[in-house]
């Protein structure tokens, strides 16, 4: 396998094409060579030499397997190479649309909801684009491993098989970094979202409040104006029964007010009317 996996290396800038038919032809060879080699293990036995075949047949069972792995190595690194190449264009597609969501997520004059919206497709973008890059980065794991198994001494072979672990390591740990970013851009916008939330109440309370301070104040001024217009030359005896009762009735509806507004407690607006009555 060694001889077979140093001809590969020296075609290797020929192409996959050229690798192709070579991996071919020693199909067809070594198909051949087991054909004869077969017989001729056949011949020994034949001729009462019965260890001797047995050794023959051991070295085609191993010389198969030897060429079946060479052949299965080179076509698993040309299935890598393919994905490789493929990964290249998809990842600077990937690197685009990312970079858009990220732009429409920290977009402040869009809507929360358009950003949370946009958060929300930039994980699962990423998360896709992951799982895209773990796959072949498993699959490189896989060819590395095929590799040192083949040679089994060879130092950078086993180096080159740690860094395709290592690198596996490095899409894992990057995705998990990629899932907290998002988590914590999620807190962020929905933080913002209630903080605005809030902002919206509290101006509505004090709209509220002011309207309310307005028609008390209102009603206060009636009051004294119509107290002040039933001056003392005017209050027959006749007048002051109802006097008496509208002042009342107005200075309940006051306090009444004021308790609505929630100036008062319910306790103090019942020793109010109490007080009046």
């Keep these: 396998s060694s001889v077979f996996n140093a001809v590969l290396k020296v075609l290797e800038p020929l192409g996959t094409y050229i690798i192709d038919v070579l991996v071919g032809a020693f199909e067809l060879l070594a198909d051949g060579v087991e054909a004869v080699a077969q017989a001729f293990a056949d011949a020994q036995e034949f001729f009462g030499f019965g260890d001797a075949a047995e050794e023959t047949r051991e070295l085609i069972a191993e010389t198969k397997a030897s060429t079946q792995a060479a052949y299965e190595l080179a076509k698993a690194e040309r299935e890598l190479e393919i994905a490789q190449n493929k990964s290249k264009l998809t990842q600077l597609q990937y690197q685009k649309v990312a970079e858009q969501l990220r732009q429409l997520r920290d977009d402040e004059s869009k809507s929360l909801e358009d950003r949370l919206d946009s958060n929300r497709l930039l ?155």
């Design 123 to 277: 994980g699962n973008l990423l998360d896709e684009q992951a799982r895209k890059e773990l796959a072949i980065a498993n699959q490189a794991v896989r060819v590395a491993e095929m590799r040192a198994k083949a040679s089994k001494l060879d130092v950078s072979i086993q180096a080159d098989y740690i860094e395709a672990l290592t690198q596996v390591a490095d899409i894992e740990e990057r995705i998990e970094g990629q899932r907290s970013e998002k988590l914590a851009n999620d807190n962020s916008l929905r933080k913002e979202a209630a903080d605005a939330e809030k902002a919206r109440q509290d101006e509505r309370i004090a709209k509220e409040k002011e309207r309310s301070d307005k028609a008390i104040k209102a009603m206060q001024t009636e009051l004294a104006y119509y107290i002040a217009s039933m001056g003392e030359e005017k209050r027959a005896m006749e007048q002051q029964l109802a006097f008496d009762t509208e002042v009342r009735n107005r200075s309940i509806a006051i306090a009444k007010a004021e308790f609505d507004a929630k100036k008062t407690t319910l306790r103090e607006y019942q020793l109010a009317v109490l007080e009046i009555n």
